[in-house]
């Protein structure tokens, strides 16, 4: 029973010499938003709704969406995507920016199909043969700290009478742009 006496008050007073706070130290920290931006926009398969990853390689689109639906309404024929595609943004910034959506027309040599780009809230936009009909897709504004979000496009095209049987290419594009 000694012995355990004994032992216990060595461990006790190991522990109350090495034990004791000698000396500390702290570093502040802060977030200072005034210094930090943050920002990813793109085309994703699937919605995104987080921040600061890229969507999975999987997620993520081919460089081309085809149109390989076709509905038919009387006799206008509507080429459409059977493919989900989404216009995503992961922002956050100290200033405002903005997200502007444009796309030009499906060409093959000197024929052109004009299609349109529609996502919820909007009436969408009409492709241009040169793309230069930009709308505003997103507006970041400061008021949100963290704004990671995305909206799904449905793309259409109706297909004119007599349309040659041949491959039709256009782009959708993303820009970013600073008010000012």
Known sequence: MRRAFYVITVLFLVSAAYGAVMDSESVEIAWPPENSTFIRFGFSSVPVTSIGTNPDPDDSPASYLRLNSVRRDGTTLTAYSSTPLYAYWQIYASDV?????????????????????????????????????????????TSTAVDPNSVKLTVEAVLPDGIPGSAYTGNISLELRVPG
């Open 97 to 141: 920016y903005y997200i502007y959506i444009s796309a030009s027309d499906l060409r093959n040599g000197d024929a052109s199909i004009p299609f349109t780009v529609v996502w919820e809230g909007s009436e969408g936009i009409t492709s241009t043969p040169d793309g230069s009909g930009a709308e505003l897709l997103h507006q970041y504004d």
